[in-house]
């Protein structure tokens, strides 16, 4: 009996030491995870600042290819160079709408990534609270077992004593009652 609560007691043990190891790790991976939730909001972040700020020149463009269109009905003189420019400006928006559609793409990409990294975030730590709680009633049963192995100790050692103050009784019996211990007080 007392064999089989040690083991038990020692699987209890080291079942709890497991689950510490596995909260450990999964911590660990919570750490990680959250690290790259963070960069993937600094991306984000940077990318929405660069795509305000292409939209501004994008709209600056725009004013520009206005104002060489209206040079050029004002000025015979200029109108190749302006029919030029126009179009090299033509050119430089369509570059920019697409550097501004890619960088919106991309954009979208790293919210969606940074999101998918906080829902597993999230998971991560509702399998940690899982864990814990799990740790919880390992340490709380390995706790219960331990109590248990020291009260049969406890009543394995009274009754070793038991045992003995009646052998020892038995030897001294001379027929009376004088040098008994009594029994009865337990």
Not at 73 to 90: I, N, V
């Amino acid at each position: 009996m007392y064999l089989a609560i040690s083991a038990v007691a020692a699987m209890c043990a080291f079942l709890a030491a497991v689950q510490t190891r596995n909260a450990k790790r999964l911590g660990e991976d919570l750490r990680q995870k959250t690290v790259e939730a963070e960069s993937f909001q600094l991306t984000a972040r940077t990318m929405e600042e660069r795509l305000h700020t292409e939209e501004a020149a994008r709209t600056q463009l725009a004013d520009r290819i206005t104002k060489v269109e209206t040079a050029l009905r004002e000025s015979e003189d200029t109108a190749c160079r302006l029919r030029q420019e126009l179009q090299t400006g033509r050119k430089a928006a369509k570059e920019l709408q697409e550097e501004l559609d890619s960088t919106k793409d991309a954009h979208d990409a790293a919210i969606s990534a940074m999101w998918s990294a906080r829902n597993e975030v999230d998971g991560l730590k509702q399998e940690r609270r899982k864990l814990n709680e799990a740790l919880i009633t390992e340490r709380e049963t390995a706790e219960h077992w331990k109590e248990e192995f020291l009260k049969e100790q406890a009543y394995r050692l009274s009754a070793e004593g038991r045992i003995m103050r009646e052998f020892n009784n038995l030897l001294r019996y001379d027929g009376t009652a004088h040098g008994q211990e009594d029994l009865s007080d337990e």
